[in-house]
């Protein structure tokens, strides 16, 4: 009766540590971010065809799976690279107003940011797994006004998170 | 015990409102996706880190209140984050060992 007596429907899984690398190409400049499971990151540059990436920032992260309890499923979260909440965002822009409305009537809204595809796109983020991310942390809240909102990237911001702006732990492994 | 009774008992110095949240465990972390991943719903986070980010991840864990340790001082900014997300920030002096100790004597696990 395993079931009946779990306090949630959703768990946390298979959370791993590692961290967001940005890296950038030396020649074109551009910028991409990647999750490595690494014990150490990675800082060392590398040739990709006739391409030079050298490394540029890091972050701790980690990857996790929510499994529902009811049904089993496992739906993992390899494609994200973080959670951006709004309040984290620069005061002004799109992100932050929305958030700052939302967040007076005690919704807290976050973004979920994948990484970039080689087209220079966001990796796509199915909406049911939006869907199961949101049930996972709403149904811990204790305060009972309090939603949280977690929403696809319709806001660009993978290109900040790639160009090393506003991942989740910038900045807290260096002790600045 | 309340956020604003530990506030009261540990000597911490509120930096925005203390609402009236119960404290049901402690988690000591520097690292926001820790926080994210193993932080309980409602425990108190022990950090030094004043990063706006570190409120981003109480939030989402409904944490009930933040001690920020070692005399560590957020700006502005976080303050009034963490105030729209109704998470109470606490500061002391001592360093996290200690306050982590004295929630321990508290009787919080």
Redesign the interface.
């Known amino acids: 009766m395993e079931a009946e007596s779990h306090p949630y429907r959703y768990d946390m899984v298979d959370a791993r540590p590692g961290y967001i690398v940005v890296e950038h190409e030396l020649k074109s400049k551009a910028m991409r971010a990647y999750f490595s499971p690494d014990p150490v990151a990675p800082v060392e540059g590398y040739r990709e065809g006739n391409r030079i990436w050298q490394h540029t920032a890091t972050a701790q992260s980690l990857r996790f799976s929510i499994r529902d309890t009811e049904t089993g499923e496992l739906t993992p979260f390899d494609e994200l690279l973080g959670l951006a909440f709004y309040g984290s965002c620069p005061k002004g822009s799109e992100v932050w107003e929305i958030g700052d409305l939302a967040q007076e009537n005690k919704v807290s809204i976050y973004v979920a940011v994948t990484g970039e595809t080689a087209d220079g796109k966001p990796a796509p983020l199915a909406t049911e797994k939006l869907r199961v991310l949101n049930r996972y942390f709403n149904e811990r809240l204790r305060s009972k006004e309090k939603k949280i909102l977690i929403l696809p990237d319709r806001f660009g911001l993978y290109r900040e998170f790639s160009h090393g702006h506003i991942m989740v732990d910038l900045g807290l492994t260096a002790m600045e | 015990m309340t956020i604003k009774e530990l506030a009261e008992k540990l000597r911490l110095n509120p930096l925005n409102t203390l609402a009236d949240?119960?404290v049901t465990g402690v988690y000591i972390s520097?690292?926001?996706?820790?926080v994210?991943?193993n932080a309980k719903?409602?425990n108190v986070l022990v950090t030094?880190?004043v990063?706006?980010?570190v409120?981003?991840?109480a939030?989402?864990?409904?944490v009930?209140g933040i001690i920020l340790t070692r005399g560590r001082t957020p700006a502005d900014d976080m303050i009034a984050?963490a105030e729209?997300?109704?998470i109470p920030v606490l500061v002391t002096d001592l360093n996290s060992w200690q306050v982590a100790s004295m929630l321990f004597e508290a009787g919080l696990r």
């Open positions: 949240r119960t520097d690292m926001v996706s820790d994210i991943a719903p409602g030094v880190q990063h706006n980010n409120i981003a991840a939030n989402l864990v409904d009930s984050l729209k997300a109704g």
